[in-house]
């Protein structure tokens, strides 16, 4: 009966060799099976391998290819026929707005100013003849100190409706200038609101979620592979044993026999 061979050990970088090849096909079969082409009403969605890249694993030197994947959207013929449209429309806004002239703020200022105060001139032509019709009822001439003093009191009194309305001019002025501003930007956020609101809208798909296969312990089922095969040896070294001893104690006692 021959004694008995250990079993050899595991070498460690062919067992991470053997682990990380498993679970590198484990990962690529994962990813094709989540790479499922869809097709729907607003468009398709696909899926196709454009190429791959190397890595190679610093502990077992192994090299392994990669497959990267490229993901294409693409719209239907209607849906494409409308935004096509409304990208067209958007550049017609565009080139209207780039042809306008720009928002000037002093312009706006003087046309605010001016609209006031042509709003106010009325009242004062009324005020200045009402003043000089009073002065002519009792007999005050122009050249009268009564009459230069009513005047004047008239003129302090448009000056100073004059200088409110300037001083009333910037917020108009502002007003206006926002609601031109808002006027030009109307037709841009319309445009905007419909290529990306809900209305035309990329082709929105619900992503695939296969069931994934597990990753095999593959250093694990290596190393429990020794582990049985050593336990088969030592049960065989334990029977070798045993049986050498016996043999040793049956020599023994047929020596110690008196002849």
Do not use: C
Not at 27 to 33: L, R, V
Not at 48 to 77: E, K, V
């Amino acid at each position: 009966m021959g004694k008995p061979s250990p079993p050899k050990p595991p070498d460690p970088k062919e067992t991470a060799q053997a682990s990380i090849g498993t679970n590198v096909g484990t990962a690529i079969a994962n990813t094709m099976m989540g790479n499922v082409n869809q097709v729907g009403p607003g468009g398709s969605l696909s899926y196709d391998q454009t190429g791959s890249h190397s890595w190679t694993d610093p502990y077992t030197d192994q090299t392994y290819d990669i497959p990267t994947f490229t993901a294409t959207t693409n719209m239907s013929p209607e849906m494409q026929e409308i935004y096509s449209g409304l990208t067209g429309q958007a550049g017609r806004v565009v080139n209207n707005l780039s042809d306008a002239p720009p928002l000037d703020a002093t312009q706006y200022r003087d046309q605010a100013e001016q609209a006031l105060l042509a709003r106010m001139q009325p009242q004062f032509d009324q005020d200045r003849e009402r003043m000089e019709t009073q002065m002519a009822n009792q007999g005050i001439g122009m050249g009268a100190r009564a009459f230069q003093s009513a005047q004047g009191n008239l003129d302090r009194g448009i000056n100073d409706a004059r200088l409110g309305a300037i001083l009333a001019g910037g917020d108009e002025a502002s007003r206006m200038m926002q609601m031109d501003a808002a006027s030009r930007a109307q037709p841009i956020n319309e445009i905007s609101a419909l290529l990306s609101g809900s209305q035309v809208a990329t082709p929105n798909f619900q992503m695939n979620q296969p069931s994934g296969i597990p990753t095999t312990d593959t250093a694990g089922l290596i190393n429990q592979n020794y582990n049985q095969r050593l336990g088969v040896y030592n049960q065989k070294m334990n029977q070798w044993n045993s049986t050498m001893g016996g043999l040793f104690g049956m020599g023994a006692a047929f020596l110690g026999r008196p002849g």
